[in-house]
């Protein structure tokens, strides 16, 4: 499977088991969603299961909250993640804190699932990365998948989780893997041991990283498209690094963390979203305040730029092989 066909699948195994799991959003019902993630599935489980909304993405998650406070799980779908602020109180004000402050009365166990993430030509308004924002607040997890094995273990995990879960998904990988090298031919899952997805119910449970590359000389922590870049950077330079898939950026597995760098000794953190206040601040002061006797050299964060996301130099700020190989001869210098 691709990873829309993963999604797909996981959708599709979690309404056959759980007639509470509900699917809406713009489009996700009788065109089966923008990138076809839900095709299918109201031909299936019919309209009342599967439906389409008006465009007032507040309205989606607000409607959705309420859906879960009443007992449904419901899986809203926003079509581009550049497009989920207007959801940001709902989100922030409503869902993270319903648990909270009703003292564990009610829950919101909501799955909002929006691509993102450069790397297609969509501009400024259609290659947001916007995940730091809501790692930020407290009471919503973070995942995000880099293949369809993940894609769909971690998706189904997120639907069945009791809290709210903003599920991410790298539109650039949706049809095959990416080594940042544009100007190559495109690749497909279908030669990628992780493009080999079961058909029926399995789980990856949230807050545990995959370490997919065992190395000695340097950790890189990455995650989504950005774990497929740093794989074919490493393997172009012959460094032994270590890659950390982080899959949840919330909870994070700051154990698999702490052991590689302590191990290695140094630390490269590759992300999308733009410098200041990205996820990677985040986990460079971790790196600093758990591994500061073991590490050889300061922390690098190779990111995106403080600008909006440009069209037309997509490729100077997207964070390729380049521009990850030039960090990881720096930490190796150093």
Not at 42 to 59: H, L, M, N, S
Not at 217 to 239: K, P, Q, R
């Amino acid at each position: 499977m691709n990873m829309i066909q993963a999604i797909n699948s996981a959708l599709e195994v979690t309404m056959a088991r759980d007639p509470d799991v509900i699917v809406m959003g713009e489009d996700v019902g009788y065109f089966g969603g923008v990138f076809r993630a839900t095709a299918g599935l109201q031909a299936k489980y019919g309209k009342t299961r599967v439906f389409d909304t008006p465009i007032t993405e507040i309205g989606i998650v607000g409607v959705a909250i309420g859906m879960g406070a009443y007992g449904l799980r419901p899986v809203p779908e926003i079509q581009f993640a550049d497009y989920i602020y207007p959801a940001l109180d709902q989100l922030v004000s409503e869902a993270a804190r319903l648990r909270y402050r009703s003292a564990g009365d009610f829950t919101a166990p909501i799955t909002v699932r929006s691509p993102y993430g450069g790397g297609i030509f969509g501009g400024q308004t259609h290659s947001q990365s916007p995940e730091g924002i809501f790692t930020h607040v407290s009471g919503i997890k973070t995942v995000i998948p880099s293949t369809p094995y993940d894609a769909k273990g971690l998706l189904i995990a997120a639907i069945e989780d009791n809290d709210p879960v903003l599920f991410l998904e790298p539109k650039r990988i949706y049809n095959g893997p990416f080594d940042g090298h544009y100007d190559r031919p495109s690749k497909n899952w279908g030669s990628h041991p992780a493009g080999e997805v079961p058909e029926d119910h399995y789980r990856v449970d949230l807050g545990t990283a995959a370490t997919v590359r065992v190395g000695n000389d340097v950790t890189i922590l990455a995650y989504g498209t950005m774990v497929h870049v740093a794989l074919n950077t490493i393997e172009e330079l012959g460094i032994d690094a270590e890659v950390i898939d982080l899959r949840t950026l919330v909870p994070l597995d700051i154990g698999a963390i702490e052991a590689s760098v302590k191990k290695t000794g140094r630390c490269v953190i590759v992300h999308e979203a733009t410098r200041t206040s990205g996820f990677g601040a985040e986990l460079s002061a971790l790196v600093q305040e758990r591994c500061f006797h073991h590490l050889e050299a300061p922390v690098e964060r190779v990111t995106g730029f403080d600008t909006p996301y440009p069209h037309s130099l997509e490729w100077a700020y997207f964070p390729g092989p380049v521009r990850i190989g030039e960090a990881l001869k720096k930490v190796m210098k150093d």
